[in-house]
Structure formats: structure tokens, C-alpha cells
């Protein structure tokens, strides 16, 4: 499936990939579960995400702050109250240091909070979908808080796309841990 562009492709795919992640997590022992992260002596990530993102708990926090970023935005312009999707001072240079921010924040955040914390977000996320018309979410300049993109966009973005993003690396750190454990 390409990326959705309609309610029903949206709902699938985020609902779809959020399941494949956390069947992803659910296969993972616990030990490989709790273990920093180690993508291999040669893994070439080249993002700044790569070495942000310390473990698993790292990775469910970013999706559920992408959330919120989704759901305040919405909520906000739907409320009459003018915002950007980013919260200042960032933009779209300069969100990785926001993408810090949310790292710095969820230090002391436990992993089991972070699991029922993004449970309970993409819950909301997908209400929040529901209640929006097939037009809201994909009809080109339906909101002038959206600009030139659709809250559809931005809700794939939160969803499926973020999804995928967390098991490229949940699948990367599970391939090196394994790779250097069965050498033990």
C-alpha cells in the first residue's frame, strides 16, 4: 500500500503498522528489550536520530510527543485558536532540536509508562481521525491552518510513517543484538 490518501487508507495503515510494531516489540525478549541500543560495528545510520535514541523506550516517546504535536494542533485550530504544528521557536530546520527536547524530557520516564503512554496517544490520534470527514482530512486547503498540506498528511505522518520509522530502528538494534549475542 502506497500512502494513504483517503479516511478508510489512513485508518488501516496506522492501525495496521501500529499492530505490526508492537508485534515486533512483543517478539523481542525482554533482556533485548531493556538493552541500549548497538546497531552493529557496521551500520552506517547517518541521521541524527540514530544516535539520539539510546533504547526502546527512546523510540515510543518520540512517536507519542509526535502525537501530541498532532493532537494540540488540531484540537487548537478546530478551537479557533491559531497554531503552528511546531511549537515555537522551532520549523522544519530546526525540529531536531525539538526531537532532543522530547529525548531530554523522557529520561526519568519509565519504559512501561512510555508503552501506555503511546497506547493510550494513538487511541487518541485515531478518534481524532474518526471524527474528521474524509474531505477534513484529504481535501487540499480545507483548513488555512494546514496550508499548502492536508491534517491527513500530517496525520500519516504521526501514524503509519512514525511507525514504520520506529521498526526500521527497532528491527536494526534487534539484528545487531542478536548478531552479538549468539556469537556468546
Request: a neutral charge; one cysteine or more.
Amino acid at each position: 500500500m502506497g500512502r494513504p490518501a483517503t479516511k478508510p487508507d489512513l485508518i488501516e495503515a496506522a492501525n495496521a503498522r501500529f499492530q505490526k510494531m508492537w508485534e515486533l516489540i512483543d517478539s523481542m525478549e525482554e533482556n533485548e528489550r531493556d538493552a541500549l541500543f548497538d546497531f552493529g560495528d557496521d551500520f552506517k545510520g547517518k541521521e541524527a536520530h540514530w544516535a539520539r535514541d539510546q533504547n526502546l523506550r527512546d523510540v515510543l516517546v518520540h512517536v507519542y510527543e509526535w502525537h501530541q504535536l498532532l493532537l494540540l494542533w488540531v484540537s487548537a485550530n478546530l478551537n479557533g485558536e491559531k497554531k503552528p504544528f511546531l511549537p515555537e521557536p522551532y520549523n522544519w530546520k530546526t525540529y531536531g532540536q525539538m526531537n532532543v527536547g522530547f529525548w531530554e524530557k523522557h529520561q526519568q520516564t519509565p519504559y512501561d509508562q512510555a508503552k501506555t503512554m503511546l497506547m493510550k496517544s494513538h487511541s487518541e490520534v485515531m478518534a481524532l481521525i474518526e471524527s474528521l470527514s474524509g474531505d477534513e482530512l484529504f481535501a487540499k486547503r480545507q483548513f488555512s491552518w494546514s496550508g499548502a498540506s492536508t491534517v491527513g498528511s500530517y496525520c500519516v505522518s504521526a501514524t503509519s510513517s512514525h511507525y514504520d520509522w520506529a521498526m526500521k530502528k527497532i528491527k536494526q538494534h534487534r539484528k545487531a543484538w542478536r548478531k552479538s549475542h549468539s556469537a556468546k
